[in-house]
């Protein structure tokens, strides 16, 4: 059923911190969800998603999460 409700833990490192969600630790998506659609609903710049993990495997901005997962995003790296 793609409009159930589902949780995952949600990771933001360095800048990208500021915009996490109380319930980081439990956040509700529905089944199916993108990354590129959860980052656009807590108001995540998608060109600050530089590296996406997904239970600790490179992501994309179009997987899919499906409820249970630990998914992390980094910021671009900035330096000289």
């Known amino acids: ?7 995952i833990h949600l990771q933001l490192f360095a800048t990208l911190g500021r915009f996490a969600p109380d319930s980081s630790e439990r956040y509700p ?5 993108t990354v590129k659609e959860l980052l656009t609903k807590i108001g995540i ?8 993990f997904i ?6 901005l179009t997987s899919e999460l499906f409820g ?7 910021p671009p790296v900035g330096g000289g």
Not at 55 to 60: A, F, I, Q
């Open 45 to 52: 710049p998608i060109d600050q998603a530089k590296l996406i």
């Open 55 to 60: 239970d600790g495997v490179r992501g994309e």
């Open 29 to 33: 998506i529905l089944r199916k969800t």
């Open 1 to 7: 059923m793609e409009t159930e409700k589902v949780d």
């Open 68 to 74: 249970g997962e630990r998914v992390g995003i980094f």
